[in-house]
């Protein structure tokens, strides 16, 4: 009878005290070689690659910003960089417009658009 009573009570006195110890995921370190390794480090094939080029300098390996357009005369057409023989590039002829006007640009001849805007595309190493 007492030992059923002091299991009970040592239950009931473990259900309403206060937990003794907390546990987080978060450690102190104190130790410089536990650091994390820098990005670079881990990084392989293509993203490493893509890292190198941002660290160079190069914003934008693969050429998916948006090119502005130059003056665009048949004497000094907007450049238009690839690592192909054919590119397709779209023109928005007017600020205002809600369409894109999309061509095939072949290199070694400038390419006049509807709005009246050459362009001309010129080779660049590709990336890989």
Known sequence: ??????????????????????????RLNTNKDDEFPDPLELAT??????????????DDPYNLKSI?????TKEKPTEIPSAFEARIIGCVCEEDASHIKWMWLHSGEPKRCLCGYWYKLIYKEPVV
């Open 68 to 72: 502005k357009r130059g003056v665009g």
């Open 1 to 26: 009878m007492n030992s059923r009573l002091l299991v009970l009570g040592t239950k009931l006195a473990f259900r309403s005290s206060p937990r003794m110890f907390t546990t987080s995921t978060v």
């Open 45 to 58: 094939g293509i993203e490493k690659k893509e890292m190198l080029l941002r660290l160079a300098g190069n």
